[in-house]
């Protein structure tokens, strides 16, 4: 039958069989307790370890363990189980302290930031041990936060006036931030696909052919997220002052419109923007109230960080 076949034949005294007996029916047992004392219990009426087992709901090895433990400790020797040998021990002090200091440093092989497993190599240690030494100090070495210090004085205030045209726009004004995307590649499929029906999916060619270059030009408004595109064959002042001209004709007349737009060449255009506001400058606010247009400057490095990138 093995070694773990039975090798203990059960007797019980009176006072043993009383204390199993209370175990058993003590609702405030734990169940583990309850089984121990109904395997020894039912091994003292002379009942085979298969029949035991089945009763109680155990294997044959438990039910000869505890027929084991009972007979080397008594009833005392249900109630407890034997120690045993600690699992892996925990990392020392020094090998935390190397962790961190080795995550501050520059990772090898021109890497660009320490991965789990290149630091669990280089540690001699589990990826789970760094991870759970990343969490416990803070260090993140997949993560950069950008970050862009201006030198100009009034920066502060130059900030708060763009950030505010976002924040708390002037009332029944049109805010607008405007960008272009030049050189994207406009491509068509060689063949017209087929749409998709039931039991087939939609079809293309896997080659295409070139048409060139375009121009995006887009307007988002802040207020409701809406965006006026237009697509141009080529990215001079002349096309975007035709955009913005689009751009004013979708808006309703009266109202005033301020657009926050960056310091690209082809805004500082003479024919785009007065001459006087042609400078160093990262951006113009344009506001048009009416017939009159007015502008004043961005402020210079007024895209701190990616959680906030006012255009």
Request: proline share 7%; aromatic share 4%; glycine share 6%.
């Amino acid at each position: 039958m093995g070694t773990m076949a039975q090798q203990v034949c059960v007797v019980l005294s009176t006072a043993e069989r009383e204390a199993l007996t209370a175990i058993v029916a003590d609702r405030n047992r734990s169940r583990k307790h309850a089984d121990r004392a109904r395997i020894v219990l039912a091994s003292a009426d002379r009942q085979l370890p298969q029949q035991v087992a089945h009763r109680v709901g155990v294997s044959r090895s438990t039910v000869w363990r505890w027929q084991q433990r009972f007979a080397e400790s008594g009833v005392e020797g249900l109630l407890r189980d034997k120690t045993r040998k600690p699992g892996t021990a925990p990392l020392g002090a020094e090998i935390t302290a190397r962790v961190v200091a080795l995550t501050c440093t520059q990772p090898p092989h021109q890497a660009t930031h320490w991965t789990g497993r290149a630091m669990a190599k280089a540690a001699g240690i589990s990826l789970g041990s760094v991870q759970r030494i990343w969490r416990a100090h803070k260090l993140q070495p997949h993560r950069l936060r950008t970050f862009k210090r201006s030198r100009d004085p009034s920066f502060a205030a130059k900030l708060a006036d763009v950030v505010g045209l976002y924040l708390d726009p002037p009332a029944h004004a049109v805010v607008l931030s405007i960008d272009e995307k030049s050189q994207i590649q406009a491509l068509d499929r060689t063949q017209p696909g087929l749409p998709i029906k039931p039991g087939r999916c939609q079809t293309m060619t896997h080659d295409y052919k070139r048409h060139g270059t375009t121009t995006l030009f887009a307007a988002l408004s802040v207020l409701d997220g809406s965006v006026i595109g237009r697509c141009m064959q080529r990215h001079r002042h002349l096309e975007f002052i035709r955009f913005l001209n689009a751009v004013e004709r979708q808006v309703p007349a009266g109202k005033p419109i301020h657009v926050v737009l960056d310091n690209y060449a082809t805004h500082k255009h003479p024919k785009s923007l007065p001459s006087r506001m042609r400078g160093c400058w990262l951006g113009w606010r344009a506001i048009r109230a009416g017939p009159s247009t007015s502008l004043r400057p961005r402020p210079p490095g007024s895209t701190p960080s990616r959680t906030s990138s006012p255009r």
